[in-house]
T-cell receptor, first 118, second 117 residues
Framework: NAGVMQNPRHLVRRRGQEARLRCSPM?????VYWYRQLPEEGLKFMVY????????ESGMPKERFSAEFPKEGPSILRIQQVVRGDSAAYFC????????????????FGNGTRLTVT | AQTVTQSQPEMSVQEAETVTLSCTYDTSESDYYLFWYKQPPSRQMILVIRQEAYKQQNATENRFSVNFQKAAKSFSLKISDSQLGDAAMYFC??????????????FGTGTLLAVQP
């Protein structure tokens, strides 16, 4: 059973370009979380999605950032018109259900996408 | 709002020795979960150990154990018989209980552990 798959592993974008980060959750998982890790900091929650729904986007910047988790295909974190401050590692995590994340197994994390904005 | 504080940016331990990493948190809730994650240079986030707040017994996973002091809101990680492979960044994390709105984790800023041969 493959784990959470994120791609690309590294992404370089010039200022003003768009960045698209992909996350395929573990098989059977319908809950996806995106976190951002700035240099020398811990992970910060960005958004929580279930299939086709955004449940909690309290950690998402109001502008330029969007996320989706369509019925078919991976979850996408999209950053428009990137700026240098967007340079970070972006992690995706998945779980079976709200209950599963606490009682039976923790969030399963991917290896992250390191975004560098030049 | 809940916060997690790790006051030790870096720690060092000799191989085979014991080291304790500190973590404190702030919350007004009574039902929550605490975690320690390990992040090696590969960047993968690996769950080391977790503790349910309603359990008084400290969690243990092989060489890893916690000292959970609920009243003091302290959750330290003890690594016994340290091995070279334990060298990594360690993050303490908090999650509201099942009654919370979402499953988001709140992380501390991490402690970088070096293991000396």
């Amino acid at each position: 059973n493959a784990g959470v798959m994120q791609n690309p592993r590294h992404l370089v974008r010039r200022r003003g370009q768009e960045a698209r980060l992909r996350c395929s959750p573990m098989k059977g998982h319908s809950h996806v979380y995106w976190y951002r890790q700035l240099p020398e900091e811990g992970l910060k929650f960005m958004v929580y999605l279930q299939k086709e729904n955004i449940i909690d986007e309290s950690g998402m910047p109001k502008e330029r950032f969007s996320a989706e988790f369509p019925k078919e295909g991976p979850s996408i974190l999209r950053i428009q018109q990137v700026v240098r401050g967007d340079s970070a590692a972006y992690f995706c995590a998945s779980s079976l259900s709200l209950r599963d994340s606490s009682y039976n197994s923790p969030l399963h994390f991917g290896n992250g996408t390191r975004l560098t904005v030049t | 709002a809940q916060t997690v504080t790790q006051s030790q940016p870096e720690m060092s331990v000799q191989e085979a020795e014991t080291v304790t990493l500190s973590c404190t948190y702030d919350t007004s809730e009574s039902d929550y979960y605490l975690f320690w994650y390990k992040q090696p240079p590969s960047r993968q986030m690996i769950l080391v150990i977790r503790q349910e707040a309603y359990k008084q017994q400290n969690a243990t996973e092989n060489r890893f154990s916690v000292n959970f002091q609920k009243a003091a809101k302290s959750f330290s990680l003890k690594i016994s018989d340290s091995q070279l492979g334990d060298a990594a960044m360690y993050f303490c994390a908090y999650k509201a209980g099942y009654g919370g709105a979402t499953n988001k984790l709140i992380f501390g800023t991490g402690t970088l552990l070096a293991v000396q041969p």
